[in-house]
């Protein structure tokens, strides 16, 4: 078998989206949708420098807790994202930083209602793209790969 220097990962998995605030936010992995979107809700636009921004709310959990936090970024612009339904929609697209195994990058999202969505963010393929492979097989690989490196240097230091 031929070893990837690709990392792998789940269906779905945690990752942070620092530039949003947003330290551990849930995410299904879709190779089938093209863009990453986000649950987003309260948006108001505003423009500072002649550039336009939006400000938002995002749902996250702390501790098992619902949470819900205020942020903002620019909007790089809107684009027409055609759901899995089948119904086409205009959203703002915008960038952030994105933390999952270890890794970080800039990705874009489109901000979006997804309340009726058992996922609170998906994570596309073009985000994904050259850095990893889905085994669907799998889930939360980042949280088992954390795990296993804390216990293996717990067992080091013994």
């Not at 947003?22 to 863009?35: E, H, L």
């Not at 702390?62 to 903002?72: A, D, F, R, Y």
């Not at 959203?91 to 999952?100: F, H, K, M």
């Not at 901000?111 to 969505?117: G, S």
Request: with cysteine; glycine share 4%; net charge positive.
């Amino acid at each position: 078998m031929i070893k990837s220097p690709l990392k792998i990962l789940g269906w779905r998995e945690y990752c942070s989206l620092p530039s949003l605030g947003c330290k551990k936010i849930k995410v299904k992995v879709d190779s089938g949708a093209k863009t990453s979107s986000l649950h987003a809700y309260n948006l108001k636009y505003y423009k500072r420098n002649n550039k336009q921004y939006v400000k938002f709310d995002i749902h996250t959990f702390e501790n098992k807790t619902p949470v819900s936090i205020e942020t903002k970024a620019r909007v790089l612009e809107f684009r027409k994202v055609k759901s899995s339904n089948g119904h086409v929609e205009e959203r703002p697209v915008v960038e952030t930083e994105i933390i999952l195994l270890g890794e970080t990058w800039k990705i874009e999202l489109t901000l979006t209602n997804r309340d009726e969505m058992g996922f609170k963010m998906l994570l596309g393929r073009e985000a994904i793209k050259k850095r990893f492979l889905i085994n669907p097989a799998k889930s939360f690989l980042c949280n088992k790969k954390v795990k296993n490196e804390t216990s293996n240097s717990l067992k080091r230091k013994k």
